[in-house]
Nanobody, 120 residues
Framework: VQLQASGGGWVQTGGSLMLSCVAS????????MGWFRQAPGKEREFVAT????????FYRDAVKGRFTISRDNAKNSVYLQMDSLKSEDTAVYFC??????????????WGQGTQVTVSS
């Protein structure tokens, strides 16, 4: 499975961005999908995941109420709508996929990452 993320960039504090990720190589409709991030000098961390059927979503506390994860299995894609962005959201965001289909914290597949920079 190859994962290609896009949609990163620079945004002002309080603004919005939407990240997209398309998978190739095989269908990921049975896979859990999600987003992790890594800020400068910090470890990679879980941001949000969504189950294979799209019915359950999970978020780290710091982004609850501001970020929304969704998926479109027909397009082999997952999305992350990020609103009310804060400077602490600045990081490289990685699209991930996991064969288990449910909640996960150690994904099997990683994309290349897309930079999100939030500043005033």
């Amino acid at each position: 499975v190859q994962l290609q993320a896009s949609g990163g960039g620079w945004v002002q504090t309080g603004g919005s961005l939407m990240l997209s990720c398309v998978a190739s190589g095989r269908s990921v409709s049975g896979y859990g999908m999600g987003w992790f991030r890594q800020a400068p000098g910090k470890e990679r961390e879980f941001v949000a995941t969504i189950t294979s059927d799209g019915l359950r979503t999970f978020y780290r506390d710091a982004v609850k109420g501001r970020f929304t994860i969704s998926r479109d299995n027909a397009k082999n894609s997952v999305y992350l709508q990020m609103d009310s962005l804060k400077s602490e959201d600045t990081a490289v965001y990685f699209c991930v996929a996991d064969r288990r289909g449910g909640q996960f914290y150690d994904p099997h597949y990683w994309g290349q990452g897309t930079q999100v920079t939030v500043s005033s």
